[in-house]
């Protein structure tokens, strides 16, 4: 059966009902090759009776009346098609004109709709379909009140993407059945804050255990406006199986490599059940990370790179209090930008400079007008920024967002006077073997694996990303150092090509071979701090991390119910 609900969906139906007509032809030819050899094509019996496909088995749900009689039609050619291979294969005409059967193509809303009322879930084998890609942001009132429904208003489901609706209503269909459903879906249904609430609720209710998986892939499509998404193709079924299979897809590779495994965990890799929870503090003993600081200013506290000598030339006694100031957009394409930091200056310093005068009442009018409370609240310091998180020590900086093209999100070290956004986030105190950590193959892996994504951009989360990241646990001070030394190296690599971009040095065609070999000696420093043997891909890089995050978060769990009780 194929749920469908979205006119984009009326492929799903054809190409199935295609490939299992393809399907079908392989087996007879090898069932029948010696038959074949023997008489020349020449059959005691009639071809007719070979095939046991037909459009009648294929049962569907699309939303909208037009397109539910193309897939019907489409169908009906499709069998054609497979009609005519079949005849050219074993030399009989094969053909089913006039039509006698039909597909069983109900017009209706698929998440509205009893599933059994289509087809007694006894008779199906087999659920899939491609629903529609709709996050809970971009969803019609009428989606989301579907997909409360669906979901029967659970705590933690209340920004769950449209396509999770299906997943639920598969296991709800298929209960106490042998019954197997796959979709395709976006990424974000095993990544970020939702993969936790969905996959455990999935588990609890159904017992769901995933059978196979695409990894995340680009979606192609001819169509025009074609969406620019990463996809999943998930299996799944209330029972399970004793091997599993991952296809894997590794960075810049188009075909995929399969892994057999016993078990598939909500992140699509090898592993146990469990999602990761949103972390208040740091799984390990590492610094505590930040948020950037927010101007919430209207542009007046911050100087343009075109306007900042002008503006000390004309206020040269502010000259101190103008500090770089770096956003992820700054940070990573290069554009100076600088900032009016104010925390510390003088009062009469502020009276008596019309120039500061003028930006600063700028701010409390921008601030007064504002439909937040709390932004208004914060007119009577206009001064300031709104929200102050700049450390007082050097820091790792991090992107908040980066492409999803680069296969290292270019973290940085800075002092204290670099200002950064609410952009970037920040590990104060962090060290140069922080750094190293950071920067390396074996975060930006679990980062790929658990982040987020603003389109198919990752999204960097400290209470999901940092604070649940499984830091090493018996690293030795040799293996330390020879990762600060390796993350020294990345940075005087970079700062050998100090007049091009972090964008460019990134780029997978423009990174100069000596920042890819610094950050190759990096990866092999990091990885020799968790294990002996080397590792050969992301996936045994993500597959091991979750391992000694079961390890490490387990005694941390049974704490926490200790000091509860």
Known sequence: MIPASSTSRISTTVITYRELRALELEILLELHRNALRET????????TSLSLIDVDQMYGIEIEEFPARIAEVALWLADHQANIALSEAFGQLYQRIPLKKSPHILCANALRTDWKTVLLPEKCSYILGNPPFVGKHLMTGEQGEDL???WRNVSGTGFLDLVTGWYALASEYAEGQRIVAAFVSTNSVCQGEQAAVFWQEMFRRFGTKIHFAHQSFKWESEARGKAHVHCVVIGFANFDVSVKRIFEYSFGQEEPTVAEVPNISPYLVGGSDTVLPIRRAPLCDVPLIVNGNKPADGGNLIIEAAAKDSFVQNNPAVAPYVRPLLSADQYINGADRWVLWLLDAPPHLIRDNEGLRQRIEAVRQFRQASPKESTRRMADRPTLFDQIRQPAEPYILIPRHSSENRRYVPFGYFGPDVIISDSCTAVPGATHYHLGILCSGMHMAW??????RIKSDYRYSNKLVYNNF?????????????????????LAAREHFSGSTLADLYDPISMPPAL?????????????CYRKEAFTSDRQRVEFLFTLYEQIAAPLAKEGRKKRK
């Open 516 to 528: 890819a070999k610094a950050q190759a000696d990096l990866d092999r420093a990091v990885d020799r």
């Open 40 to 47: 020349q094509h020449e059959f005691a019996f009639d071809v």
């Open 447 to 452: 980062m790929r694996a658990v982040c987020g």
């Open 470 to 490: 499984p830091w090493p646990t018996d690293a030795t001070e040799a293996q330390r150092a020879k990762v600060e030394e390796c993350a020294r190296g990345v």
């Open 148 to 150: 409360d429904r669906v």
